[in-house]
């Protein structure tokens, strides 16, 4: 069985982390699947997913890590396509990748008990964001 | 159902970024499967997989970005087992990722208007490259 | 079909980067299922996955590398709330992802030659890892 479904939010712009860990259980929760793997994809290029511990240390660690190896303040030649002043956002969002697939017992996540999923928003503006996930398994 | 085919390409050496993106569509359509994920898979380990716009600029900023935090002109251990001069290659694959997995629905990529799929050559000579396309769905 | 099962082994601590192919390569063998993918997920957010060829000189390289890019003997956010020392461990999990898909065909991997599937250990202490497998196929 495969279902396709996507979850709505908003960010304040680079540096936001979300925890979308919630809003994908509840798509699991509704999809009447008990086992499986649910996909999570964002169709876009200047965002990012992975895993973390959602505390506020970290929170600030992340954004500053990406600020070191990508710094927004200097130029990018993707700047000369567009003029939007976010080819950092694309260089972050390219390394850390749109896609991340997590399997699922018994309706449940297998996450640890300090792991969220979390949704890196690396564009330099707030963003109204949809962010697919598929559902596949029996 | 689970299809599973490779794409063939050629590239030009380190820093070379093909756009996968219509071989992914063309097998997917070609698949007979309507909705499912699309598992794209490097079996090697001098290559990785994400997704960018892709676009001038960001073809240049890339290769910068990698060859500022993974130097091609420094020695690693690597070549002291296998004097090729590619220790920087296997780093950077290692740090993207051979996998990606991206979810399709009607037959189409659930991709951004502005997003491809991008095989990132690190290697340092030109290469012949297969890439396994594994289809799952219904 | 889905088959959900883990693997268990022990690690050094941070810089030990553990083989774990024939452990996955084990699971499938055992699952019955020929054709599908395996999603390995670390159910922690201390350590990461990726795929490399498995030789001694990129054993030394990968935790040079992670060294350079994120220190461990800076201070982060993260130790304010825990005081474990262990912020750096969260980050270079965050940047890797605990996620990895391959596809198999005929039971057998579809790895390169001279790539391996490992676990890398970024945590600053000895750990028992425990590492889901959920394969899906037919």
Chains 1, 2, 3 share one sequence.
């Not at 509840?26 to 973390?52: E, Q, Y």
């Amino acid at each position: 069985m495969v279902k396709t479904d996507q979850v709505n939010f908003s960010t304040k712009g680079n540096g936001d982390i979300i925890d979308i860990t919630a809003l994908i259980a509840d798509k699991i929760h509704n999809s009447g699947i008990s086992s499986g793997t649910v996909t999570i994809f964002i169709p876009g290029s200047t965002a990012g997913l992975t895993t973390i511990e959602y505390e506020p240390g970290l929170l600030e660690d992340l954004p500053q890590f990406f600020e070191k190896i990508i710094p927004s303040n200097i130029s990018y030649n993707h700047d000369r396509t567009w003029h939007d002043g976010n080819g950092f956002s694309h260089l972050r969002a390219a390394l850390v990748g749109p896609d991340l697939t997590v399997p699922f017992t018994d309706g449940k996540l297998q996450l640890g008990t300090w792991q969220q999923v979390v949704f890196l928003e690396f564009d330099n503006r707030r963003r109204n964001r949809s962010v697919i996930v598929q559902i596949i398994g029996e």
